[in-house]
């Protein structure tokens, strides 16, 4: 396993990190996810750890509580050996306190979570969404105590607009409260709008790429081809509304490419999709996942070797897309180009 520093912090995570929103699975999106009991994660997580994957991420809105419950007596023992990363934000009940980040929800929602995980310090802890109604000053210096507190160790956020986060990394640098270190962001090969933005603040203010849904949400696992529909165990017949949206024409112009090159390396579909992405930059973790041992063991498998660039280049042209003002001219014209050189290869 490649090991890599989470943006501009000590931390050291793996490059693939493991998420648990299988474990304890209901309900109508995290049940069709998986419904892992505390048996076979603990087995899931015995493979991650040989693998070197030691990085487990959930989150307090994934089967209620009940993932990070199923983590916590997966990883009962060996504490020590794990990273956990978990998030909190949205919504958890109809209270009028039951979602957000104002300080007293985030005081509450860590305690709860360190009792579900059953540990007594999170490595780290991410706001699942941005909260417009509470003023980043409060977020900021709340998460600040908790840290000072022992209870966090390392802050990341999830979902955020780039005028948000920059927004709070400057709130966090003024009054000398903890920084964001990691965000956790949606990019795969069929959904790269984390490139336009994203991706160059996290270079310039040092804060790394957690990566969610690598595979397109279930799209690019080497089941969904061109003129075939989705095969019925796959879980995009329940899912495909939650998750980002993309055109079919743009999808099958990707796994094109991917079909060609899985049999030019002799690599699965998720492997090449994977690999790609560990060659970005800011990415310091890819989070897979997996209902079964067969699945996690195919997962791990994307580490190790890489791409070449003639089989990365053509991946970046199958799967660029223009990009929306004001971003758009610095990647079609010369002048604009000349002024802000681009970070990742995108092709015109």
């Known amino acids: 396993m490649e090991y890599r520093r989470l943006g501009a912090s000590g931390l050291t995570v793996p490059a693939l990190s493991f998420g648990a929103g299988t474990f304890g699975g209901s309900g109508p999106l995290f049940g069709a996810w998986g419904n892992t009991d505390a048996r076979e994660a603990r087995r899931l997580v015995d493979i991650c750890l040989e693998a070197g994957i030691t990085m487990f991420d959930t989150a307090d809105v994934y089967s209620d509580g009940a993932s990070e419950?199923?983590?916590?007596?997966?990883?009962?023992?060996?504490r020590d050996a794990v990273l956990i990363s978990t998030k909190s934000g949205l919504p958890t009940g109809d209270g009028p306190n039951d979602a957000g980040t104002s300080r007293s929800r985030l005081i509450r929602s860590v305690d709860a979570a360190l009792r579900r995980l059953g540990t007594d310090y999170i490595d780290l802890y991410q706001l699942h969404a941005f909260d417009a109604a509470t003023p980043v000053e409060e977020v900021v210096s709340t998460l600040d105590d908790l840290v000072r507190d022992g209870k966090l160790r390392y802050l990341g956020v999830s979902n955020f607009a780039g005028w948000q986060l920059m927004k709070?990394?400057?709130?966090?640098?003024?009054?000398?409260?903890?920084?964001y270190v990691a965000h956790q962001v949606y990019y795969s090969l069929i959904g790269r709008d984390y490139e336009w933005e994203l991706l160059p603040l996290g270079l310039d203010q040092g804060v790394g790429a957690v990566v969610w849904s690598p595979l397109g949400w279930g799209r690019l696992t080497g089941k969904i081809r061109r003129g075939t529909p989705p095969p019925p165990t796959s879980r995009l017949h329940a899912t495909a509304a939650y998750g980002p949206p993309v055109d079919d024409e743009h999808l099958f112009r990707v796994v094109d490419v991917l079909e060609e090159l899985s049999r030019e390396t002799g690599r699965a579909v998720p492997q090449i999709a994977v690999n790609w992405l560990l060659q970005r930059p800011t990415v310091a973790t890819v989070i897979i996942g997996a209902r079964n041992e067969e699945q996690l063991r195919q997962n791990v498998e994307a580490v190790g070797w890489s791409l070449t660039p003639e089989q990365t280049a053509r991946l970046d042209a199958a799967s660029t897309r223009t990009a929306p003002y004001p971003y758009f001219p610095y990647q079609r014209q010369e002048g604009f180009a000349r002024l802000n050189p681009s970070p990742v290869a995108i092709p015109a």
């Open 168 to 179: 709070s990394l400057t709130a966090a640098d003024r009054d000398h409260r903890s920084r």
């Open 69 to 78: 419950e199923v983590l916590g007596q997966a990883i009962k023992g060996r």
